[in-house]
């Protein structure tokens, strides 16, 4: 036991000492997504409009001195040191001078760090460390932003990045109330005007054929499953299909997995879940409620599912989740994000090694 401390203690001393050698990026634009190294390990630098939760965090006074100031509620943004998608949401979306400016007035804005002991107060009055906070917010992947309203209930979670456009609609559907009346996925589906029409998703040997009876909920699969849903004339899943599954790294691994793809606005197909009940492709995003394309859901073999991933993946953080399958750690009872911060912890070990022959 005294071994095992001892050695999380160096990794976490290696991590805080090598963070301060990769130096922060210049600032993104959207456009530079299709060029953003997510294998990166960055400093995060907090924008300075944030509130200051340097000194005894209180949740409850940040949301009561909001709403004195006439506004809406709070927005924390959840991140960790060393997340190349915290720095990019941070240098790309929260830099847009419009988006400042409709936070700042209908919102006060933290950031928190998922894996922080520090004390915090949380909505509730109840004094708890951050990463037990982050826990029951239900927080799985960095960077994650959550609306908190007036009562300090959640009313929107935006998991993974979002880019300008993106945030722009999850602000306007928190901001106008939208989210009393409908889901995010049906509203900002209807401001983009989403092609509904069937057929024409990307095609790839690795895609099972239908029909698809997916149940694992009788009998455990040998496999674990990936479900990949997409649109009909979406330039994100082209992109991610070109940029991403054509990786041969990634395709090796996928041969481990059961791969199906999905048309999320085909109302038509009839398959069967994971848990064993019939449902459309259509029927199934929309009970999830996913709102970007491609997403992706990973299921173990008993059809539990691990990983929903319904925000931008590039090659390090897919296949992290991948081997976050494969390897099975969540069996050790960490979520996807304690492991690939163990994942980091190992590689600058062996880059910290290398170095020093």
């Given at each position: 036991m005294m071994i095992k401390f001892c050695l999380l203690v160096k990794q976490v001393l290696l991590l805080t000492a090598l963070f301060s050698v990769f130096?922060?990026?210049?600032?993104?634009?959207?456009?530079?997504?299709?060029?953003?190294?997510?294998?990166?390990?960055?400093?995060?630098?907090?924008?300075?409009?944030?509130?200051?939760?340097?000194?005894?965090?209180?949740?409850?006074e940040y949301l009561e001195d909001a709403l004195a100031a006439g506004k809406k509620g709070l927005i924390v943004n959840y991140e960790t040191n060393g997340c190349s998608y915290c720095k990019l949401f941070i240098d790309t979306t929260l830099q847009q001078s419009d988006i400042v400016t409709s936070i700042q007035q209908n919102f006060d804005m933290l950031g928190l760090d998922m894996f922080s002991d520090n004390e915090i107060v949380?909505?509730?009055?109840?004094t708890v460390s951050t990463k037990e906070f982050v826990k029951a917010q239900g927080v799985q992947y960095t960077p994650t932003v959550i609306f908190y309203g007036a009562d300090g209930k959640r009313v929107f979670?935006?998991?993974?990045?979002?880019?300008?456009?993106?945030?722009?609609?999850?602000?306007?559907?928190?901001?106008?109330g939208h989210y009393q009346q409908i889901s995010f996925r049906k509203w900002s589906a209807a401001q983009q005007q989403?092609?509904?029409?069937?057929?024409?998703?990307?095609?790839?040997?690795?895609?099972?054929?239908?029909?698809?009876?997916?149940?694992?909920n009788a009998f455990p699969a040998d496999q674990p499953l990936m479900i990949l849903f997409e649109r009909n004339s979406c330039d994100a899943c082209s992109?991610?299909?070109?940029?991403?599954?054509?990786?041969?790294?990634?395709?090796?691994?996928?041969?481990?997995?059961?791969v199906v793809q999905l048309d999320m606005n085909d109302a038509v197909s009839k398959l069967v879940k994971?848990?064993?009940?019939?449902?459309?492709?259509?029927?199934?995003?929309?009970?999830?409620?996913?709102?970007?394309?491609?997403?992706?859901?990973?299921?173990?073999?008993?059809?539990?599912?691990?990983?929903?991933?319904?925000?931008?993946?590039?090659?390090?953080?897919?296949?992290?989740?991948?081997?976050?399958m494969t390897e099975k750690a969540y069996a050790r009872g960490i979520t996807y994000q304690r492991f690939t911060r163990e994942k980091t912890a190992e590689r600058l070990q062996r880059e910290a090694e290398q170095s020093s022959h």
């Open positions: 130096s922060s990026a210049s600032a993104a634009t959207p456009s530079e997504l299709k060029n953003f190294d997510d294998s990166e390990i960055l400093q995060i630098e907090l924008p300075d409009w944030f509130l200051d939760t340097s000194l005894s965090p209180n949740m409850q949380d909505l509730d009055g109840n979670k935006a998991g993974g990045y979002y880019d300008p456009a993106r945030f722009r609609l999850a602000l306007d559907y928190v901001v106008g989403v092609n509904k029409q069937t057929g024409g998703l990307e095609s790839d040997p690795l895609f099972e054929k239908p029909p698809y009876v997916l149940a694992r992109e991610w299909h070109k940029d991403v599954l054509s990786d041969s790294g990634i395709r090796d691994m996928l041969e481990q997995f059961q994971p848990d064993g009940k019939s449902s459309t492709p259509s029927q199934w995003s929309e009970e999830l409620e996913l709102s970007y394309a491609p997403s992706i859901l990973l299921f173990d073999e008993h059809g539990k599912l691990r990983q929903l991933i319904d925000f931008p993946v590039l090659h390090q953080r897919f296949k992290r989740s991948l081997l976050y």
